[in-house]
RNA sequence: GGGGCCGUAGUUAAGUCGGUUAUAACGCUGGCCUGUCAAGCCAGAGGGCGCGGGUUCGAGUCCCGUCGGCCCCGCCA
């Protein structure tokens, strides 16, 4: 490009500039050549601008112009002119002008792309991903990613504006037996020792507090060795926060005054908080689910008080066992074919439903397999509970109540998105909050942290932690986005005595606790504060305000669902004399062995 | 660990009950063309059907296995 320096962006050329010489750069988006006049749409991060090549201006330039194709990389300079009249493109910001340029110099070619950058496309997202810099290149996924840092921006001002100081934690840590799996890092100067990449920075932000520092924020990175989701990557970034000396209260307030800042610099909009608030048991109750999208109705209703003597073996025995029994109205869902209750019937099944009960109210009566264990008294209860009338659908689940609820939960999901009850605009937020502060794991036949073993019991439930262990509630929040978990977080334990009798509980024994988390129960010793914070998923938040599918999209470099990266071909083998460094030795059974690569 | 959907030119797809030389569009190459912007018109090149095995006179079509992508259950404090 020799001493050429660019004028401005391609999509800043305006009228205002007409007549004036520019320089530009980018890359040819598009060649129209008419033999005679060339048309070339040079496009960067900014957008696109027609450059005009005509032959009687310079014979010269427009022989070379003949040469161009699609994504050289070239340098202009020109004049900008107004188009001639009744050629103006108002698809296009720049449409009511054009460069003609003077002086052409092509910084680069561009071999054949293996498919066009283009803003709609319907390429294999694995072809997208192994030539991810050229997918990068659309105008979508630009948008995204600028979006993206305005929200770090946006994230990074509020948050300083309100004494957060943003604070390092080491991504080389300390493996924790709860909670996720961790990636680990061998040590090559401690033989047969690991680093764990950190979860979350979840102890190094509590210490931070029993250091002074009073209020922190980081933008991290975190990593989890699980199974991936459309919302799920190994590594994922949270906006992580804690603050001292608070309550419950004083962390939602600052943090829904950081989402408000958020859309507001990100997307123009002005949320209005406070947002409302459903307790755990609300939520699970009216919704089935923990994450409820408050966006529609097809609430769950209770009918076991009311069934639990009722002639149906199904209802009866469930309610025995201490089982509840549930059910959604479908409005106008008498209609749904034998199909879709099957399809209905298969959802329920695969959250741990023995079978789907359902009803179709139609102008002849009731019309299902299970209205023959019903009375009249009982149709007409039924009915008046769930608000039914003729042409509607009753769904039934009869289960122990997490089954019972998740199944009806996720049902609801399925219908409201089947029935288009599911507004496409619009920013729905909802706190959750009072969650248990223990679940009893089955398998592992042990009590487990439903947030993580550092969370709080609230103060009038710390006596049942012993007695009614499973009604402990916790000092505990999520902000759930339109039916996402965008965040979660809690006020902490602050007294060692307190941390040591949760970890208790959690079956850690006293010794492991020590070994694991011995330096946080030494560190609560010395003065620590009250404290508790949030971390919010960015990458969801991001998916969720771009109106993406998946966090893919708005991730530079993603994984795909076997955490691998097709476009680095990340992970991969490593020299034998790297494994004799860290003394590591490959013992891979001969079926998991990763295969010859190609 | 499990369930579902999908792998055919560079890309997106079609390919019937197994049957000649595997189609199309876009892209690509060449030519024509001075107001296009998904430019247009003409001509052309390009794949042996993810991979391996099997059945068959014959397999893109059927069977078995395997690899990969996506969605989901489990898992994810």
Same mark, same amino acid.
């Given at each position: 490009?020799g001493?050429w ?16 010489t520019?320089i530009l ?21 900014? &957008?696109? #601008?027609?450059?005009?090549f005509? *032959?009687?201006a310079s014979?010269e330039v427009?022989?070379k112009a ?8 070239l340098a202009v300079k020109g004049i ?19 460069v003609a340029v003077a002086e052409l110099r ?39 990613? =600028? ?19 943003? =604070?390092?934690? @080491? ?5 924790? @037996? +709860? ?6 890092? *061998? ?44 919302? !799920? ?27 408000? !800042? ?11 908080? /406070? ?33 639990? &003597? ?41 959250? &741990? ?5 359902? #009803? ?8 299902? @397999?299970?209205?023959? $264990?019903?009375?009249?008294? +009982? ?30 939960? !996720? ?11 599911? /507004? ?23 009590? #487990? ?52 009798? #949760? ?26 504060? /009250? ?25 530079? $470099? @993603? ?23 860290? $003394? ?15």
């Open positions: 490009m001493s320096r660019r004028s401005c962006y391609c999509a800043d050329v305006s009228s205002a500039q007409n007549g004036q520019l750069m980018g890359w040819v988006q598009r060649r129209r050549d008419h033999g005679g006049l060339i048309f070339v749409d040079l496009r960067d991060r900014s &957008g696109l #601008v027609q450059l005009v005509n *032959p009687e014979n427009h022989d003949h040469d161009i194709r699609n994504e050289f990389v900008v002119q107004k188009r001639p009249e009744g050629t103006e493109n108002p698809n296009l910001k720049t449409g009511q002008v054009e092509v910084l680069n070619d561009a071999a054949t792309l293996p498919f066009m950058i283009e803003d709609e496309t319907d390429v294999a997202e694995m072809t997208r991903l192994k030539y991810r810099y050229l997918d990068l290149r659309r105008a979508p996924l630009q948008n995204k990613l =600028i979006l993206r840092h305005k929200v770090a921006m946006a994230t990074r001002n509020y948050l300083t504006e309100n004494g957060f100081l943003e =604070i390092e934690t @080491p991504v080389l840590t300390k493996s924790t @037996p +709860e909670g996720a799996r961790d990636y680990l890092v *061998p040590s090559r100067v401690n033989p047969g020792q690991f680093y764990a990449l950190p979860q979350s920075p979840q102890l190094f932000k509590q210490i931070l507090m029993i250091s002074g520092f009073d209020r922190y924020f980081q933008i991290v990175k975190c990593f989890r060795d699980e199974d991936l989701r459309a919302d !799920r990557q190994p590594e994922f970034t949270q906006i992580d926060a804690e603050m001292s000396f608070v309550d419950r209260e004083d962390v939602m307030k600052m943090m829904e005054g950081l989402v408000v !800042r958020i859309f507001r610099e990100g997307l123009g909009l002005d949320l209005n908080p /406070p947002f409302p608030r459903l307790t755990y048991a609300e939520a699970v109750g009216r919704f089935g689910v923990d994450n409820p999208d408050v966006r529609f109705g097809l609430e769950l209703k209770d009918l076991t008080e009311m069934l639990k &003597g009722s002639g149906f073996k199904v209802f009866n025995d469930a309610a025995a066992k201490g089982g509840v029994i549930k059910a959604v109205c479908v409005k106008g869902g008498a209609g749904f074919s034998r199909k879709d209750l099957d399809d209905l019937t298969e959802i329920a099944v695969s959250f &741990g439903a023995k079978g789907l009960a359902w #009803v179709k109210i139609t102008e002849e009566g009731w019309q299902s @397999p299970i209205a023959k $264990f019903l009375t009249d008294v +009982e149709r007409q209860d039924i009915a008046t509970i769930l608000e039914a009338s003729t042409g509607d659908l009753l769904l039934f689940a009869a289960d122990k109540p997490s089954i019972a609820n998740t199944v009806l939960g !996720r049902l609801r999901l399925n219908i409201g998105n089947r029935l288009g009850l599911i /507004p496409k605009e619009g920013f729905n937020f909802v706190w959750v909050t009072e969650f248990p502060m223990l679940d009893y794991d089955d398998a592992e036949k042990r009590y #487990v942290a439903v947030h993580h073993p550092f969370t709080a019991p609230m103060d009038e439930d710390l006596e049942k932690l012993d007695t009614d262990t499973l009604k402990v509630r916790a000092k505990a929040y999520d902000l759930v986005l339109n039916g996402s978990e965008i965040g979660g977080g809690s006020i902490r334990i602050h007294r060692s005595d307190v941390q040591a009798k #949760v970890f208790e509980k959690l079956g850690i024994k006293l010794e492991e606790a020590q070994e694991r988390f011995g330096f946080l129960l030494e560190a609560l010793k010395y003065g620590t504060p /009250p404290h508790g914070g949030i971390a919010f998923g960015l990458d969801r938040i991001m998916a969720i305000m771009t109106g993406s599918e998946s966090i893919r999209d708005v991730i530079a $470099f @993603p994984k795909t669902q076997k955490a691998t990266d097709v476009m680095s071909d990340a992970p991969s083998t490593v020299d034998q004399k790297q494994l004799d460094e860290i $003394f590591i030795r490959i013992a891979v059974p001969k079926k998991a062995e990763a295969p010859a690569k190609a």
